[in-house]
């Protein structure tokens, strides 16, 4: 864990001298950060931006947020006529012919492997492997399809997903006008490490895409077949991994957290046998394939594998196309762009990090592979939304040592930068490395700073005058959390609903994460703490107190227990769960009937206690 030299107990201690005096002067107290509490730490500058919507939401109401619409109207059966109409309104390709990708950008600037081929091999001295996707067998059928990003950002008419031809172009058995597929090279540092070559092991990249909001977006296709990088692989995602990774990752956008994003997700027939848990217990399941999208899927372990291998030109030719075209603040002739490039890597990927945190996300595998260079969260693997509250908390199976724990997460962010780092240095003149170093000392004080904000926001902390004692209440508050295991999405969700009259007569009534709290002994004095905390500034009211609160604290997240309930029904070719959660996720600072219905809010099952991800997909 990171930590500074905190104490929890000193900060028990020091709540019941500030309540004895009952001042509102700031107590002298340790910093947060401590205990077995929580390893947050982070960034000064702000990008954060959660979601505003509406702040409770009857399905059946047509005046609702556009993210609740009819459950229908977010998936690929909704009604033609509607439509159709708001597709001529946006002006949205109905035609998949027309729709049109292009590699030229990527293939100009960077090298592709000569050798032609999807044999498994060890390539050097390039980017991109050319690599065509390979259909799956048997009847395909859509599962799900995010209307946002079809709409919003790949300009298409939702219907279009409905025929035949997307069913083809989206499993990967047709290529999309423009599109020459790569799969991409890189490294990487897996569990601590170096791994070597890795790459796009059952992935394609289709091509980019320039949207008419002048975003360029790269199409992949996870699950489409086997590559020069499978290894001993076969190329193949399955109906499990798939749902998870369609999921989570417009769950997280929604969140307001930097991820990549899913379009469609189509499963087949097609046999895939799979070791869920590499015990031996070999199962049949059935293979899947996801489309998703990300503005680059450039990652730590594409410059890692470069460096390695004494590429050294091919380093920088990567890193200037990077730059280029996702950092064009920095001058191409600034002498100082790969400097400026790691310092800008550095406070983003801790501003992420901060954002996992506050939503209780854990990655699962953190390896150098899977780091995005522009800071957006990728590969949804072994992934897990905490429950009860335990800076402990390892999704992953497979991570027998607790190295990916949630609590982790920002040491492994600084090892994954040091790794950088070294990929990066033979670039950097000796007086630069000083400086990246110097840059990434700072990285921990970043990851502080803005995890202190977040969490400021998710108390509903107004002002900048009270920092210490803000961290006083935050880290006793996880303490508290921790002691009693109370769940940690609806802890802050509650404390969100909740009056302020509600709080002082302790009244939680149906509030099942706040009675679990208010068990610890330490409650009451805290409470107190808290409640003259909220009064400053006097001039807000507790309902704009809420409000502001539910917009940053959400209602629902992707448990592991709802992903599980809806891939079984998804492997027994029921997708009205998938399509469900889908729905209720794009929303999740609103409160909807069908989510209450199904349970998204309530005490967790108890077998959700039981269950196991591993990194088998």
Sequence with gaps: MIQRNRNPATAERRLATFHNKNTHAAPSVEMWSSCTTLVFTVVAVSNFSPVHVLEFCESADPDCSSHVDAASN???????????????????????????????????????????????????????????????????????????????????????????????????????????????????????????????????????????????????????????????????????????????????????????????????????????????????????????????????????????????????KLLNFVIGEHFSWIHSDDPDKYLVFFSTVVTETAQLIAQWISVGFAHGVCNTDNFSLLSVTIDYGPFGFMDSYDPNFVPNSSDDEGRYRIGAQAEVGLFNLEKLLVALSPVLTQGQKKQATIILKGYLDIYQMRLQQLFKDKLGFLGDDEEEEDDHLIVLLLKMMEDTRSDFTMTFRQLSEVSTNQLRSRNFTQMWALEDLSSHKLFSDWLIVYLQRLSRPQSESDLHRQQRMKRVNPRYVLRNWMAESAIRRAEESDFSEVELLHHILSSPFVTQDSAEVAGYAARPPLWANRLKVSCSS
């Design 74 to 316: 977010n998936h690929p059966f909704a009604e033609p006529g509607q439509t159709r109409w708001k597709a001529n309104i946006l002006n949205l390709t109905q035609h998949l012919d027309l729709f049109k990708l292009s590699c030229k950008k990527l293939i100009e600037a960077l090298p592709v492997d000569e050798i032609d081929g999807n044999f498994v091999r060890t390539v050097k001295n390039c980017i991109f492997s050319r690599s065509n996707p390979t259909p799956l067998s048997g009847s395909l059928r859509l599962a799900a399809v995010s209307k946002d990003v079809i709409e919003g950002i790949l300009d298409l008419d939702v219907a279009v997903t409905w025929s035949e031809d997307f069913l083809l172009y989206a499993s990967g058995a047709k290529l999309l006008p423009g599109s020459a597929p790569l799969a991409h090279r890189y490294g990487g540092h897996q569990f601590g490490y170096w791994a070597g070559q890795l790459g796009d092991g059952r992935a394609h990249l289709l091509g980019q895409y320039l949207n008419r909001n002048g975003e360029t977006w790269e199409l992949q296709l996870k699950g489409s077949g086997k590559t020069p990088y499978s290894r001993f692989g076969d190329g193949r995602a399955v109906i499990r991994s798939s749902v998870r990774e369609f999921l989570c990752s417009e769950a997280m956008h929604f969140l307001g957290v930097p991820t990549s994003r899913a379009a469609s997700l189509i499963v087949s027939e097609e046999p895939v046998l799979r070791d869920q848990f590499y015990n031996g217990n070999v199962k049949t399941e059935r293979g899947a394939v996801v489309l998703r999208l990300a503005k680059s899927w450039f990652r730590f372990g594409s410059l890692e594998i470069l460096a390695e291998n004494g590429e050294i030109d091919l380093l920088k």
